[in-house]
């Protein structure tokens, strides 16, 4: 979506309305920069793929749960029996027309795979074919929204279940049978009747509970925070960000504005943060790490334990920095500053799909529903911010906003006086502080790097004309001094010895034989 | 009969420094705390259990950002809330007619919430009677016209305050006995197990 918005753009290159691939043809943004031809071959080759994964998982995840709830079934086999046969054809039915699929994998798998060809030979498929069409394929539908957490997810619900015995298994009934007929109807329904759908489920389900099963209301609540979890794992892809809504639209419209209002300052919000303090900026930067994993979550009490996660760190932040615990007066305003930094990802979008499909309760009450609360309140702010929330005049508002007045120092500013007057002034923003002071730093390890070159170039000079040097000085003294070796004297005892005592040297005698 | 829970949301409203926080704090930690930041005590948001009757409720207490700038956004932390403590300064007139402009809202947008008005600071007229600057009996004449109730208060001493929200736990109890009759006790499911790990205070 957001490629197709840049593109509207008014100078529109030439290359980029050609075909990516490069074949010529002119391109199409809706298939992603390619011409229908190039694209059709690409689109083929992925959705293949995809569908054959989207089926083992299914089929995998269909397995296991059938495998767990038939193990309910076989605690107490006698009553619910029926219940069983009815719903594993069922399951047949609807991994009947991808065994092709399975069929085609190359066995490297081991036994599983074998057992589910085995529920499709021949002899099966025909009596199975035929309940597909009855049965509407619910499970498809519901395995193609599956997540690679999706299976933990529904082994953790059996388990839970298993538990609960009789409830147990109607809770079980309930929730598949609510998620089949969401997922045939769902196409049809915009994003407020699917919450509505969900909601209506919550309450039935909870007042079954009391009324029919006479559940305590502390257990109901337990039971209600797996269905939660169970259903919106499974719904989460469907439901989140519909298409029917203009979710997406807010979420950019509330990220450019972020973007806009980039120059806001602490002070401005009277924050009472001071990120001086290495405690406080590392709660910060926590607080900010949280609320952008928020989007990250599936289930919608997920996604406020990120909320509330944040909300911690800011009263921390607050807390080390006033020494005192913190109000409702130093939040708000500490949260908004936390939203702008962070500009957590589709804000608007998780706003929208906690509300529609969070168990009310939670959001009514408890401190999980104040501080998203908080959260909504933020970002109604940020929407509606003007000069008289920042307490600005509306001149100096403007002149913000259009980016001629900047609260903090920067040096690719065009503006002349702003640049001056920038460089002049203590930057406010601790980042920049920081960033000078590296520069400042990096500038003197250089100059220092130069004298050590410089240093190193002359030692290597020294050195050469120091070996120089000495062969210079050995030679002037070879020179001054030359080597005289005085004539051979012979000594007087030598003398005497050859004139008189020594006998005559021997003399080999030659024997006549 | 611990086994239902009840859970009633009471949002604190008044201007910015009228005490809300103190009187949360007095009541949920019985201290007050003195110095320069007196307004910034407390956390936003507690639970505290009281006992009404033989039942047990829970009041979560939702504390509000009282600056004129976030006056847009009181709607969203008042939806659903079945009290609404609306705090104003005994010695600042100011503050009342800020309180009256949420007493306004509360009517218009929520039916169900029962609306406590609250004169904070008791102990500073209790030392100087000039400081007063809103008659006790012109205040209880506007508690009478818009049907709520009138307490003044002081998070200094911690005159009157446990009383009202003795008084909120009450006026829910009595306002829930009259929706819907007395109910048999559910039956738990995990009786075997320990299945009590949902404590009041904590509902995340």
């Known amino acids: ?513 | 009969m611990s086994g239902m829970r009840v859970d009633v949301k009471v949002v604190m409203l008044g201007k910015e420094s009228v005490g809300k926080t103190s009187l949360v704090e007095r009541y949920v930690h019985h201290r007050f705390l003195v110095g320069p930041y007196q307004n910034t005590i407390g956390a936003a948001f507690v639970a505290k259990q009281i006992q009404v009757g033989e039942k047990c409720i829970t009041l979560g207490i939702w504390d509000t950002a009282g600056s004129e700038r976030y006056e847009a956004m009181s709607r969203m932390y008042y939806r659903g809330a079945r009290a609404a403590v609306v705090c104003y300064d005994l010695t600042d007139k100011r503050s009342f007619e800020r309180a009256s402009f949420w007493v306004k809202e509360l009517k218009t947008n929520e039916e169900l919430c029962q609306i406590y008005l609250c004169g904070t600071k008791k102990d500073l007229i209790a030392n100087d009677r000039h400081l007063r600057q809103i008659d006790y009996h012109d205040a209880q004449d506007f508690a009478e016209e818009i049907g709520a109730q009138h307490f003044e208060t002081s998070s200094k001493t911690g005159n009157n305050i446990d009383e009202l929200f003795q008084k909120i736990g009450e006026d829910y109890m009595s306002s829930e006995m009259e929706l819907m009759p007395a109910e048999e006790p559910g039956v738990d499911l995990n009786q075997k197990k320990n299945s009590y790990f949902y404590s009041c205070c904590l509902s995340n």
Request: hydrophobic letters at 35%.
């Open chain 1, 1 to 513: 979506m957001s490629r197709r918005t840049e593109r509207r753009g008014i100078h529109v290159d030439q290359s980029d309305l050609l075909c990516k691939k490069g074949c010529g043809y002119y391109g199409n943004a809706a298939w992603q920069g390619l011409c229908s031809k190039c694209w059709r071959e690409e689109y083929q080759q992925v959705r293949q793929k995809q569908i054959q994964d989207d089926w083992a998982l299914a089929e995998k995840l269909q397995r296991e749960e059938e495998a767990a709830y038939a193990s309910i079934q076989g605690a107490q086999s006698q009553s619910h029996s029926a219940a069983a046969t009815s719903q594993q054809p069922q399951a047949h039915a609807s991994l009947t027309p991808f065994s092709k699929f399975e069929e085609k994998k190359t066995n490297e798998k081991t036994r599983k795979v074998t057992t589910v060809k085995k529920f499709f030979s021949p002899s099966s498929r025909t009596a199975a074919k035929k309940e597909s069409q009855e049965g509407k394929t619910p499970s498809p539908s519901i395995g193609r929204d599956a997540g690679f957490d999706t299976d933990q997810v529904s082994k953790d619900f059996m388990d839970f279940l298993k538990n609960l015995q009789k409830p147990g298994r109607d809770i079980h009934k309930q929730c598949r049978a609510f998620l089949i007929s969401l997922s045939n109807k769902k196409h049809d329904l915009g994003a407020d009747e699917l919450s509505e759908c969900v909601q209506d489920f919550y309450q039935n389900l909870a007042d079954r509970l009391i009324g029919h099963f006479k559940v305590s209301s502390e257990s109901v609540e337990q039971v209600m925070d797996q269905v939660e979890k169970y259903i919106m794992t499974r719904l989460y892809k469907s439901v989140f960000c519909p298409e029917t809504t203009d979710d997406e639209k807010k979420d950019l419209a509330t990220q450019n504005r972020i973007r806009a209002l980039h120059w806001v300052t602490i002070q401005m919000l009277c924050v009472s943060f001071d990120e001086e303090i290495p405690e406080v900026s590392e709660n910060v930067v926590k607080a900010i790490t949280d609320i952008i994993e928020m989007d990250s979550k599936r289930v919608p009490r997920d996604k406020l334990g990120c909320i509330t996660r944040c909300s911690k760190h800011i009263f921390s932040a607050i807390r080390i920095t006033k020494k005192e615990p913190a109000s409702a007066d130093d939040f708000l305003p500490a949260l908004i500053y936390i939203v702008l930094k962070a500009n957590p990802p589709r804000l608007q979008s998780n706003i929208q799909y906690i509300t529609r499909f969070c168990i009310p309760s939670r959001l009514m009450t408890g401190e999980d529903g104040y501080y998203f609360t908080n959260l909504c309140c933020a970002a109604a702010f940020i929407e509606k911010l003007d000069a008289q929330s920042l307490n600005l005049s509306p001149e100096e508002f403007e002149r913000y906003m259009s980016g001629q007045a900047s609260s903090r120092f920067s040096s690719s500013n065009g503006d002349v006086t702003d640049s001056a007057s920038g460089s002049d002034a203590m930057p406010s923003n601790p980042v920049l502080v920081q960033l000078n002071r590296n520069l400042d730093m990096l500038s003197d390890l250089s100059t220092r790097q130069e004298a050590l070159n410089e240093a190193a170039a002359k030692l290597q000079a020294d050195l050469l004309s120091w070996t120089e040097n000495v062969k210079r000085e050995v030679n002037d003294i070879l020179e001054r001094y030359p080597l005289q070796v005085p004539s051979r004297t012979v000594s007087a005892i030598d003398t005497n010895n050859i004139e008189n005592n020594l006998p005559p040297p021997l003399t080999p005698e030659v024997f006549a034989g």
